[in-house]
């Protein structure tokens, strides 16, 4: 152990003073960027064009300076304290508090009601949406942007490093060309991956970082390339040498699975912070993950909030940028269990059935489409030619919806429509003639930002007022937004909460990141750092890195367990609930050839349940009840398999573990024996669940059964005063009793199945 501690002691000291190094000839170019506190005395431009604004508001800016203040400490520790880190990782235990479940389980609601994707309209977004707060971010002068550009920079000073250099060798612009073309074929909507992939293994043999880089991820995830995991291990080593955040990030990956490295969390948690310091937003939301929940370093929401924080506004400026788009999230163990129940992926033949409908001039059918393709998603490519033809032809019908998602097209302008502000305004007119709730939004943008209209904000205000009450999020995030900046109106802060809130409830990103900034700073509410992180958290897993939840799916669908098992553990790593439970998942069905030996398939199963079930997610939380149960991966523990069905049962109403408790109260495991509890716990599952009432029927029988030949025995009715009912039916009288009911109610859940469900 002792040897172990100064092995890594000697590790980081090597790597700090290599870092310092690098550090110290940075700040020979840039000082001004690297001192935090400097921050406080210059004027970044964020800040001084806001004068005005930040005049009129005393408050806000007394806010903020303490903010900055708070968040400046937290940067300092971090650098500072990185041996501490490393010491507490030995001792502490990754197990969650019950505050922070209670934490989840309020958000996991927020969560299902984004995952589940019914709502198309919940994925639109503006092209402005965001610029309100990054001007309150200014005021509050807390954020992101000082803190960004920082990091923007260095990262930029890393790229520049790569290409920038006196005399690149003709290897060099080879390389950089190569990578170029790869990366453009990557770029465009159908992508020829296969072709992009070889280009950039051309570009990676002379040595191009970037490639190599891609290279590495793509050798690791066996996505594109042939899985080698020593290949990804030797070149990410070679990259993390020369100071590249992001091959930090891998090999700290490596290490805190134990994929292609001996695991240790230790190594991890530096490289993570390497990677985090050098700007990969990766190693960024692992390191936040770690600090929020405490895996193998002491729990520190602040740390937390300024790692997510710094994600989220990246992912915010994208959003704003590019727009929404969808991350799909899907549970494999629903999957298995209700086969067709899962509404994420449209079906080809509904797709089909959609475009015979639209072919034919179904207007419904058409916008439905239009919008599929618009902003891609549900298994359906994004293809803006595609959309506009839709619109167009759903338009002509008459279709208000049509002419306001034109009108968006138009006002956003891409390869396919040419931005014009006239004819966006026309159409975003003629929709809202018909009270259209989009044509009325599109229409206070106009006049918000003056597109072809003077600016008005009163009239703004109208429109959003007018889309907001039909319910439509992009009207209430921007109404959010104009009470919060007081723009047309009086600054209210309980009104922008109000309206952030409407609109996160649809799942609007750049919402939660509204609330979150405000939590975070304490802006019209009392200031919560853990539902600040919450908040963030959520933003900062909608970033494009989600897009590999979908390809760790079709992995595990086409039969690539080990890569979809990989690459679920990447995103498990970054805190991605779903990924750590379909880690678990396939863990839990032995379906890969990783982690064969010992029994150390359900150990790590049972801590990613952990995880899982410490974000609030109930059939996690059963799981490892069930786990302590049976003693997979763990030894067999009756009392903290009851603990976690009592939490499942009392936080999340989970039938599933009512029943267990029921039954663990039925046979005194772990638990008093107590027929009579053992009843009501049978009676909650029935009430919670419709579908646990044959099983709980069952077991009320068995229960009546069981009393009433207590019954009889106690009273030496019948002559079995000796001979107990085991002896009459032998030792395991209860299993054929529940075999026989078992097979009971198979016959009647066949015949209780419900119709797959068409869903779109
Ligand atoms: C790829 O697209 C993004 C935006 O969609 C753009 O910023 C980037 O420059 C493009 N890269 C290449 C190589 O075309
Ligand atoms: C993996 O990469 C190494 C080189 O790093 C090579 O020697 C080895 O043959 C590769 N393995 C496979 C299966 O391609
Ligand atoms: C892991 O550790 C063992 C023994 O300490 C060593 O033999 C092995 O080479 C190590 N593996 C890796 C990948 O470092
Ligand atoms: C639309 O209006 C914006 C803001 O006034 C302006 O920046 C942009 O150039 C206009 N677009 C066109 C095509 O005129």
Redesign the pocket.
């Known amino acids: 152990m002792k040897m172990k501690i100064l092995q890594s002691l000697v590790w980081v000291g090597t790597l700090f003073l290599c870092v310092t190094l690098c550090f110290t000839l940075d700040t020979e170019k840039d000082n001004t960027n690297r001192d935090p506190t400097s921050n406080l005395g210059s004027a970044p431009e964020g800040r001084s064009t806001d004068k005005e604004e930040r005049q009129a508001d005393t408050n806000d800016y007394e806010n903020s300076k303490s903010d900055h203040r708070t968040i400046d400490v937290t940067d300092v520790e971090d650098s500072q304290n990185l041996a501490d880190i490393v010491e507490e990782s030995q001792g502490s235990s990754g197990e969650t508090t019950t505050e922070e479940s209670h934490y989840s389980t309020e958000n996991d609601k927020t969560l299902e009601t984004l995952g589940d994707g019914d709502n198309t309209e919940e994925s639109q977004s503006s092209s402005t949406g965001h610029i309100i707060i990054v001007e309150a971010e200014s005021q509050s002068g807390v954020s992101g942007a000082d803190v960004d550009s920082k990091w923007e920079s260095k990262e930029e000073k890393f790229t520049e490093e790569g290409q920038a250099k006196p005399m690149p060798s003709p290897g060099e612009i080879q390389g950089r060309d190569l990578y ?1 073309a790869a ?2 074929l990557l ?1 465009e909507t159908k992508q020829d991956s296969t072709q992009a992939y070889t280009l950039l293994q051309s570009a990676a043999e002379l040595g191009h970082p970037l490639a190599l880089q891609k290279v590495a991820w793509a050798h690791l995830l066996g996505n594109h390339l042939s899985p080698n995991v020593s290949r990804a291990s030797e070149i990410f080593e070679k990259l993390a040498m020369a100071g590249h955040a992001d091959a930090q990030m891998g090999l700290g990956f490596m290490f805190a699975t134990g994929i292609g490295k001996n695991s240790s969390q230790a190594k991890a948690l530096v490289h993570y912070t390497f990677g985090a310091l050098g700007g990969s937003q990766l190693a960024q939301m692992a390191l936040a993950y770690r600090y929020w929940s405490g895996i193998s370093v002491a729990s520190n929401c602040e740390t937390a909030l300024t790692y997510y924080r710094k994600v989220s506004h990246t992912v915010a400026d994208e959003v704003s940028l ?1 727009g929404n788009w969808v991350v799909q999230r899907v549970r494999l163990l629903d999957e298995v269990d209700n086969p067709g129940s899962t509404s994420a992926l449209l079906d080809d033949d509904l797709i089909q059935y959609y475009q015979f409908l639209a072919k034919k001039g179904d207007v419904q059918a058409q916008v439905g489409l239009g919008q599929l393709h618009y902003q891609g998603g549900r298994g359906v490519e994004q293809d803006h030619q595609r959309a506009l033809n839709y619109f167009m032809q759903a338009a002509e019908a008459g279709s208000a919806n049509a002419m306001a998602f034109l009108g968006k097209m138009y006002l956003e302008g891409s390869s396919v429509v040419k931005q014009s502000n006239d004819t966006a305004l026309k159409y975003f007119r003629r929709a809202a003639e018909q009270s259209n709730a989009v044509g009325q939004s599109g229409l206070g943008l106009m006049y918000l930002h003056g597109r072809g209209v003077p600016q008005d904000h009163k009239l703004a205000l109208k429109y959003f007022t007018l889309a907001a009450e039909q319910g439509w999020v992009d009207g209430q995030l921007q109404l959010g937004n104009m009470y919060f900046s007081g723009l047309g109106v009086h600054r209210d802060y309980k009104m922008a909460i109000k309206y952030f809130n409407l609109a996160s409830q649809s799942g609007h990103v750049l919402a939660f990141y509204n609330l979150a900034q405000m939590q975070a700073s304490g802006t019209g509410m009392v200031r919560s750092c853990h539902t600040s992180v919450e908040l963030f958290k959520n933003v900062a897993e909608r970033g494009r890195w989600g897009e590999r939840l979908m390809e760790a799916h079709s992995a595990y669908r086409t039969g690539r367990h080990t890569q979809a098992l990989i690459t679920y553990m990447l995103l498990a790593e970054l805190g991605y609930e779903v990924a750590q439970s379909n880690a678990a998942f396939i863990l839990d069905r032995h379906e890969t050839q990783l982690f064969r030996q010992g029994g150390e398939g359900f150990s790590r199963a049972l801590m990613y349940w952990g995880r899982a079930a410490s974000q609030g997610y109930a059939v996690a939380r059963v799981k490892l009840g069930d786990y302590h149960y049976y003693g997979y991966g763990t030894s067999v523990d009756y009392e903290t398999a009851a603990a976690h069905y009592r939490l499942a049962s009392e936080q999340q109403h989970n039938a599933q573990a009512m029943f267990n408790l029921g039954y663990m109260h039925e046979q005194g495991l772990g638990l008093k024996q107590d027929m009579h509890l053992a009843k009501r716990f049978y009676d909650m599952a029935a009430e919670a669940n419709v579908d646990a009432q044959i099983p709980v029927a069952l077991a009320l029988a068995k229960l009546a059964f069981l009393f009433s030949f207590k019954y009889l025995e106690d009273f030496q009715w019948l002559q079995l005063q000796e001979r107990s009912l085991e002896e009459l039916l032998g030792p395991d009288w209860d299993i054929y009793l529940m075999a026989i009911l078992s097979v009971f109610i198979a016959v009647l859940m066949l015949f209780r199945r419900p119709p797959p469900r068409l869903a779109i």
Do not use: P
């Open positions: 170029e990366m453009t770029n590019n």
